[in-house]
């Protein structure tokens, strides 16, 4: 549960960052890649993490967010640059908004009642959740995989460094 502001600020810019290099190297043609027929598909799943930032509206937080149609874009270019500029909003939106008191306040969360700092906390949770699943489904549709909290294999390669084991 955030209880700073800028705490929050902080997190989410890091790990919209990791986000973002991992929709920056999606394609068109690999948007359909599933992990097994019938499940979610990694163009599914890359627009969710932009739409789902529409849970924190229930905050009162006013920010430049996309309504869930149930479509996701064809495009990975349009996906990427929609994420860019919501998470760019979500962060300026919060900076001006919120204050380490309003973190204290509680709001109707899925019929519950939950602080706004621990909303903020399950609304990042939701997005490194959702990551790890892209980044296995980018490893099965043959797409490089950005390293977020350190290298990845092709970029442990690209140093020359073998990866660890």
């Given amino acids: 549960m955030y209880t700073s502001v800028q705490n929050f600020i902080d997190d989410y810019r890091n790990e919209s ?12 043609q690999r948007l359909g890649q599933e992990i097994a027929p019938g499940f979610r598909t990694l163009g599914f799943l890359a627009w969710h993490l932009v739409t ?10 006013r920010f430049d967010s996309v309504p869930d149609d149930g479509e996701s874009p064809a495009s990975a270019k349009t996906i990427a640059e929609t994420y860019r500029r919501t998470a760019a909003s979500i962060l300026d939106a919060v900076q001006a ?4 008191e309003k973190l ?22 939701h997005e490194i959740h959702h990551r790890g699943q892209i ?11 950005a390293g ?3 290298p990845s294999k092709e970029e ?10």
């Fill in 135 to 145: 980044t296995v489904l980018m490893r099965q549709a043959g797409l490089p995989v």
């Fill in 17 to 28: 960052a990791g986000t973002q290099k991992l929709l920056d190297a999606l394609t068109d």
């Fill in 52 to 61: 789902s930032s529409g849970l924190l509206l229930a905050t009162g937080l």
């Fill in 156 to 165: 442990y390669a690209a140093m020359g460094v073998p990866a660890p084991k």
């Fill in 97 to 100: 908004q919120f204050t380490d």
């Fill in 148 to 150: 977020v909290y350190g």
């Fill in 104 to 125: 204290q306040e509680s709001v109707d969360m899925f019929g519950q009642q939950w602080k706004i700092g621990y909303t903020l906390g399950a609304f990042i949770g």
